[in-house]
């Protein structure tokens, strides 16, 4: 089991920025990827920025250039570097980790990001 815990969520106007913390209560040693996803209202759930073990990263093209993904392995944490936001980044963001092998998925409770005009 790896608990994750989110902090740093909030209300933001447009072209500013927020940094979203996630910690793991367990060694990354067994996580192969940390991800940020979000979900906004009436839509699924959606992969954001994934930091890889092997030291690979992604973005979704809506947020590559404005969003970055840094992953503490000593610290157990994983942020989410968010800057020129935008109304439509408005949703809950949710940390996710990955183990090695059996590739299970633990999810944090979620965090909102509300950007308004």
């Known amino acids: 089991q790896v608990q994750l815990v989110e902090s740093g969520g909030g209300s933001v106007q447009a072209g500013g920025s927020l940094t979203l913390s996630c910690e793991a209560s367990r060694s990354t040693r067994i996580i192969d990827a940390m991800a940020w996803y979000r979900q906004a209202p009436g839509r699924q759930r959606e992969l954001v920025a994934r930091?890889?073990?092997?030291?690979?990263?992604y973005y979704s093209d809506s947020v590559r250039g404005r969003f970055f993904i840094s992953r503490d392995n000593a610290k157990k944490t994983v942020r989410l570097q968010m800057n020129h936001l935008k109304v439509e980044d408005t949703a809950v963001y949710y940390c996710?980790?990955?183990?090695?092998?059996?590739?299970?998925?633990?999810w944090g409770q979620g965090t909102q990001v509300t950007v308004s005009s």
């Open positions: 996710n980790a990955r183990t090695i092998g059996v590739a299970d998925d633990y």
């Open positions: 930091s890889g073990r092997d030291g690979s990263f």
